[in-house]
Structure formats: C-alpha cells, structure tokens
C-alpha cells in the first residue's frame, strides 16, 4: 500500500510468526527475521537477529523488565528528576498470569503483573515480517511519588546513543565522564532511539514515550568482542509513569496506555522508518476503489528523505504546502510529486512567507527535484492550476 494512499487490502507475504512453549514455562516467537524467548514471567531473555545470529539482549539478562523508583524531586515536583531517584529501585518480576496465542499470523504473549498499589497488563506480539517486538501495555496506576521504567539492557557496545528529534536525530555519547554528562541522567527522543556499533543495531521504538536514560557497565562475563577485552552492556530504559504530589496529588492517577517496541538488527535508517511506521498504522476502511498518494516521495527513508507534512496553505488561498527533510545526517537527491494540476511551485519557509530564491522548477506533470543538505528541512507550495 503506498504511503498516504489507500490500496486494495493484501494478504502478508511472509510466513506467519511461530509460537513454542518451553519446558520452563517460556515461549519462543519468531519469524523469518528475529527468533525472541520469553521466560515464564513474561521478560525478554534472547532476541536473534536470525541473518547475523546476533542476540540484542546481554548475555544472563533480561529485558522488558519494569523498575519502580521512589521519586522525591528537591523542588518541583512535577516537573524535576533529580538523580538520586535511582538510589532506590525494585525490579517487578513476578507474574499474576501468562497466556499465549497465536492469531492470523501473529504470535501473542500476555503477561498480568501486580505491585504496590497498581496492576498492569502486558500485551507483547511479533508480527510476521517485522524486526520489532510490540509491547502494548495498561496500566492501572495508583501510586504516589514512584516514578516507573523499563529496562532493556543490551548487548551493543555503543559510544554514542542516536534519538530521533522532529527532523532527524541527535547523538549523545554513553559515557559520564565528565560532569557534563553525568548531569544528562534523563534525555529526551521523539519516537525512536538507537544504540549501535558497527555492523548492528537495536532499537527502541514507541508511540508516546519522549524520556529515557542510558548507561554503560563492564562485565567479565559477557562475550568479549575479542580476546583480553571485556564485554560492554549498553542499559536504555524508556520512561513511562510517575505520580508526584504537587501541584496535582491526582496526576496520571488510573488508566494509563503505552506502546513500545523492540527493533533487532537496524541502522539509523531503519530505525528512523520503524518509528514513523510504528506510530502510524494502516487502516482497514470499505470502499469501492483505491486511491492514489497525493504527494510521494522518491529515495524515501533509506535514501534519507522524508514526507513530514501535506497541508493546504493557512492563507486559505487553496495553494498545497508540502514538507520534507533530510532524517540521516547526510547530502541527498529526491525528487517530490504532486499528484494534481499545478501551475507552479516555490520554496517558503517553516511559516508559509516566501523568501528569496525560492523559485524551484517543476514540472509539467507536478515534479520537483531537490539537493538536500544533512538535516536540511524544505517547504514547497505548489499553485494549484
């Protein structure tokens, strides 16, 4: 199905996700491009990026595993996160219930947890085709002054941390050793965040999660990347709830829903066009007939290009403005149709207003060619004939 079109809705092409149940009480899903294991509570003890043999989960540990913190901010309390939260933590690892399934292709694992005050339901899938493990979670929060994460530590040995910000990504390094960036103990990302090393890559994918923090610990006891070298697990927790007293005592008290995925085996591009698809699901609708994109994009994610907007100009003079920009820090050539009359095009700013040299060709068939500079961001606005 294009993007921003509708289709005639498909069959998958690829083989349906597999479900096996382990003697242990765990499961094993897989598909033809990651095989995961669950233990019996339901946490994330292997993930194989199946073309490298590559696990994304450290060696003896676990991810997708809930952390509740004691959170009591200096000032601000609904605001701050001061650093000592993380003097107290309690991992919650047991299960009230598991259950899996295995529906229209899909490999599903429910997991039940209580703790405190609150309870949780965890609905964790892998689809066929897809390198993410979705866990779709809700929970019903009724704590005070907690703050809760979850962890996924992993073995990548990552100098830098890649989050996605509206138009491309920011590189922060993983290390404290100065105390700039021990100050940087929560950090922010839009809908993705990435540690990599060369060759592999894991991502963190969600759909309203924006905090997260990283750190870095040395062990013995993993797999050496070679001899004499000792093993690096790169920690990336995403931040979901908290509940501070002030102003309001009742803050995201109750039903509270997140998404978030597990990405295995990708490079920034794949990460930058799993978190827009992630977020942004197909819909199923009745109709007659399809219907074509109004505006595509040639060299799209992987060639570092972008559609991030199609609107029609505030000024309501019927012209269409159309955004793009460069998602991967790199020089790169697209080329940007509309798919309706035009009689012209030029480039605006961020804000519609024209500016100088924005003329742009186009042509007779509503094509316009772009160089775009790393991260470059560019506004068209197309006359309509």
């Known amino acids: 199905m294009p993007a921003l079109g509708v289709a005639p809705a498909t069959a998958p092409t690829s083989a349906p996700s597999t479900l096996t149940e382990l003697p242990d009480g765990g499961y094993v899903l897989a598909n033809d491009l990651v095989r995961v294991t669950l233990d019996a509570a339901g946490h994330v003890t292997s993930a194989v990026d199946l073309a490298s043999g590559r696990d994304a989960v450290a060696p003896g540990r676990e991810a997708n595993v809930l952390q509740l913190h004691q959170d009591f901010p200096n000032k601000w309390d609904a605001w ?40 949780l339901e965890q609905v964790i899938t892998l689809a066929p085709g897809s390198r993410t493990l979705e866990v779709a979670m809700e929970t019903d929060w009724h704590e005070a002054e907690k703050f809760l994460k979850v962890a996924f530590p992993l073995d990548v040995r990552a100098e830098h941390m890649a989050a996605e910000t509206q138009f491309g990504f920011h590189k922060r390094v993983t290390h404290t050793n100065t105390s700039w960036e021990a100050a940087k103990f929560e950090t922010s990302m839009h809908r993705w965040v990435l540690a990599e090393e060369p060759g592999f890559g894991v991502g963190l994918v969600n759909d309203s999660i924006y905090g997260y923090d990283v750190t870095r610990e040395v ?74 994109p109004l505006v595509t994009v040639s060299g799209g994610v992987s060639g570092g290009v972008t559609l991030s907007a199609v ?13 793009v920009y460069e998602a991967l820090g790199r020089r790169a050539s697209a080329t940007v149709s509309v798919a309706t009359p035009v009689s012209g095009a030029r480039t605006v700013s961020l804000i519609e207003d024209g500016i100088e040299a924005g003329a742009v060709d186009v042509t007779a068939d509503g094509v316009v060619a772009l160089d775009l500079a790393p991260f470059e961001v560019r506004t068209l606005r197309f006359t309509r004939a």
């Open 219 to 292: 062990s013995d006891d993993g797999v050496a990347p070679a001899p004499g070298v000792p093993a690096v697990t790169t920690t990336v927790r995403l931040s979901l709830l908290r509940a501070p007293r002030f102003p309001d005592p009742e803050t995201d008290q109750g039903i509270q829903t997140h998404r978030y995925g597990l990405v295995v085996g990708v490079d920034t591009a794949a990460a930058t066009e799993a978190g827009a698809t992630f977020g942004a699901r197909p819909r199923e609708l009745r109709g007659g007939t399809g219907v074509e």
């Open 311 to 323: 609107k029609l100009a505030d000024d309501r003079s019927g012209d269409l403005v159309v955004r």
């Open 80 to 119: 701050d996160v001061d650093r000592f939260y993380r003097n107290s933590v309690t991992d919650l690892r047991e299960a009230e219930k598991v259950t899996a399934t295995v529906e229209d292709g899909v490999a599903t694992v429910t997991v039940r947890r209580q703790f405190s005050s609150s309870s």
